[in-house]
């Protein structure tokens, strides 16, 4: 995918969540995968928590992000499973207005070039609200690799063509302007 160079990058601030019931952010290598790459590609880390896999204490620290103008972008890790406790997919839903469907199908198809069949159990996501975009990765490095450098890198680069989410960004809250 063609990166034009003659547009200036404009880096996004990014919030970074991980859900877990057993890491603490001192073991969190999937996080600080993700605080790297999106550093080395030139955006601001905006903030970063990790919360236990609780419903209502991840959709809670969503819809402060959500309502925080510093940030543009929350990406999440782990919680994405099929397991009684990964419930992170649920709290996204309580939030979103829009789903970004192709986010979670290309996900899996780039997963799957890397662990086979396995990525079925992903619930992987993307989506916006209000103005803030929301994505929801599994908890291992592998898959924040996958998502960073397969889809999120380049989405998230102004200078992407044909076209990025970066662009898009002063359009998403439209609908909540009053029409003239």
């Not at 990058?9 to 001192?26: C, G």
């Not at 991840?58 to 402060?64: E, F, G, M, P, R």
């Not at 999120?152 to 609908?175: A, F, G, K, W, Y």
Request: charged residues 25%; aromatic residues 4%; negative net charge.
């Amino acid at each position: 995918m063609p990166i034009d160079e003659s547009r200036p990058f404009q880096p996004v601030n990014i919030a970074v969540l991980t859900v877990s019931d057993t890491r603490s952010l001192a073991e969190d290598r999937s996080g600080d995968t993700l605080v790297a790459r999106l550093g080395a590609a030139g955006h601001h880390l905006a903030d970063r928590k990790l919360l236990r896999d609780e419903v209502d204490d991840i959709a809670a620290q969503l819809a402060a992000w959500i309502d925080d103008p510093r940030v543009d972008v929350v990406i999440s890790t782990g919680g994405t499973g099929i397991t009684g406790r990964d419930v992170t997919p649920e709290a996204f839903e309580r939030v979103l207005e829009k789903r970004i469907e192709g986010f979670g199908e290309l996900f899996r198809m780039l997963s799957y070039q890397t662990i086979g069949t396995s990525t079925m159990q992903s619930r992987a996501l993307g989506g916006v609200a209000r103005g803030t975009y929301l994505f929801a990765l599994p908890g291992s490095t592998g898959a924040v690799r996958d998502a960073w450098d397969g889809i999120l890198s380049t989405q998230l680069d102004i200078r992407h063509r044909p076209c990025n989410l970066v662009e898009l960004m002063p359009r998403l809250q439209e609908h909540l302007r009053k029409a003239s």
